[in-house]
């Protein structure tokens, strides 16, 4: 979905979120996470450099502080991609930020989808479906929801969003 608007907005950009979770095959540190130690990522926010951090299915994620402030200097709008209790901290930490709840279909196919990407163990999809129980239950926090039933069609619902959320700071 991400990608979808990129290809659209040039002015859309996503932060790099850090993480303490094992990097997978492939991944590179940088491009899909900020790999950090434990003690690392617990001096960075000792150091208050993270504008939300949370621990998810057993590991430390959050985004930098400097990962947001470098791309809104240069005139870009970000795209965080967080779960819950991180976009409470970020509407706490930025009123005016835009949020929007991706809705799976149903929960069984949320079910389907994680072990159907094969890169977790049982025991994380577990955590993680827990998760997704407290987040469904509080899509109403959320300025949108867009269901995830269909990715051209929520990539467009997404699309006249970011349009009609940013379309006075593009003016």
């Given at each position: ?13 996503v ?14 540190d ?85 072990k ?7 025991a ?29 069609r ?7 969003i970011v ?9």
């Amino acid at each position: 979905l991400i990608e979808g608007l990129l290809r659209r907005f040039s002015f859309l950009t996503v932060a790099v979120s850090a993480t303490t979770r094992p990097q997978r095959p492939g991944e590179v540190d940088g491009r899909e996470y900020h790999f950090m130690t434990p003690d690392g990522f617990e001096a960075a926010v000792a150091e208050n450099r993270f504008l939300e951090h949370v621990i998810y299915a057993g590991h430390h994620y959050g985004t930098l502080r400097s990962e947001v402030d470098r791309h809104l200097a240069l005139g870009r709008s970000v795209v965080l991609e967080i779960e819950l209790r991180g976009a409470r901290a970020v509407r706490e930490a930025l009123p005016d930020a835009v949020s929007v709840f991706i809705e799976p279909p149903s929960f069984e196919e949320l079910v389907r989808r994680l072990k159907g990407r094969n890169t977790e163990a049982a025991a994380d999809i577990d955590r993680r479906l827990e998760e997704s129980r407290v987040e469904l239950a509080a899509m109403a926090e959320f300025d949108h929801r867009v269901l995830n039933d269909d990715v051209e069609r929520a990539v467009e619902e997404l699309a006249a969003i970011v349009d009609a959320e940013t379309r006075t700071e593009r003016a």
